[in-house]
């Protein structure tokens, strides 16, 4: 085999090879099928003409005003509820007896739709976009609490009996046993949070929304304009990888140290303080 040839092949990784070169099999023949009229193009339309679409899109600037007004409500109502889910998983993690108080409450509200408490939400926080922040909030608040209080739970006993004999306070205990043990943990559930961000704030936006991505497949669904749905459709997939490698890199920097054994957790109670 050439040199060149294996130079290159041993820098390409050869799974996102596979996946891209299946991927454009399949859009090759999607536009042959939809050439030569062998699907209804008015619900699967050539992907050279949602292409089409996509680059009017970007050129008149309404595809920026969509996509910016969706990661707006996104971003918002991300970062709202995993702080609390953070700050809340670390204290029931660390505290047995709140944790069984408060347990049943958790068990109750969280599988709810968090689509069916939109009208209430319409009532308390009114028109405009705090009641689609707050919906996305409460759906990315779940996630991150869940696996921290899981994260706080598997840090070993040891640690803590480490860090008190050094004389270390809540503080510290918090800052340089909590945290770092459960971070692992953490970033399983932000991953989580950023998935039910995204389709909540699409899922409230198909509702009730003037602008974003949800919007616009629902006013193109209703005027059947499926190029401009499959285009809000294919923005909203790129979202959705571009938070994946973001999350992954994250991870990397992070967790330097975290190494995929495929070993499933040991979760060990922690002393309660």
């Known amino acids: 085999m050439?040199?060149?040839?294996?130079?290159?092949?041993?820098?390409v990784?050869?799974?996102r090879l596979l996946t891209a070169v299946l991927v454009c099999g399949l859009l090759i023949l999607w536009e042959i099928a939809a050439q030569r009229r062998w699907v209804n193009t008015l619900f699967f339309p050539a992907p050279s003409a949602i292409g089409k679409t996509l680059l009017a899109q970007l050129a008149?600037?309404?595809?920026?005003?969509?996509?910016?007004?969706?990661?707006?409500?996104?971003?918002?109502?991300?970062?709202?509820?995993?702080?609390?889910?953070?700050?809340?998983?670390?204290?029931?993690?660390?505290?047995t007896r709140i944790r069984r108080l408060v347990d049943p409450i958790i068990g109750a509200l969280y599988p709810i739709p968090k689509l069916a408490l939109f009208p209430l939400f319409l009532i308390f926080f009114g028109l405009g976009d705090s009641p689609h922040i707050a919906l996305i909030a409460l759906a990315s608040f779940f996630p991150v609490l869940i696996n921290?209080?899981?994260g706080a739970r598997q840090i070993n006993p040891e640690y803590f009996e480490i860090a008190q004999s050094y004389g270390a306070d809540r503080k510290?205990?918090?800052?340089?046993?909590?945290?770092?043990?459960?971070?692992?943990?953490?970033?399983?559930?932000?991953?989580?949070?950023?998935?039910?961000?995204?389709?909540?704030?699409?899922?409230?936006?198909?509702?009730?929304?003037?602008?974003?991505?949800?919007?616009?497949?629902?006013?193109?669904?209703e005027t059947l304009l499926t190029t401009n749905l499959y285009v809000?459709?294919?923005?909203?997939?790129?979202?959705?990888?571009?938070?994946?490698?973001?999350?992954?890199f994250l991870s990397q920097k992070l967790l330097p140290w975290q190494v995929d054994r495929?070993?499933?957790?040991?979760?060990?109670?922690i002393p309660e303080i």
């Open 172 to 221: 510290t205990m918090l800052l340089r046993v909590i945290l770092p043990g459960a971070l692992p943990s953490v970033l399983s559930g932000l991953r989580l949070a950023v998935g039910n961000a995204l389709i909540t704030a699409i899922a409230v936006e198909l509702m009730n929304a003037r602008e974003g991505l949800g919007a616009q497949i629902w006013w193109s669904w």
């Open 232 to 248: 809000a459709i294919l923005c909203t997939a790129v979202l959705g990888i571009g938070s994946h490698y973001l999350l992954e």
């Open 13 to 15: 990784d050869i799974d």
């Open 2 to 11: 050439n040199t060149g040839i294996r130079r290159f092949l041993a820098r």
């Open 262 to 269: 495929g070993k499933p957790a040991t979760i060990n109670p």
């Open 148 to 150: 921290t209080v899981a």
């Open 60 to 95: 008149s600037g309404e595809l920026f005003v969509n996509v910016g007004a969706t990661l707006k409500r996104a971003g918002a109502g991300l970062a709202l509820g995993s702080a609390a889910g953070l700050a809340l998983g670390i204290l029931l993690g660390f505290f």
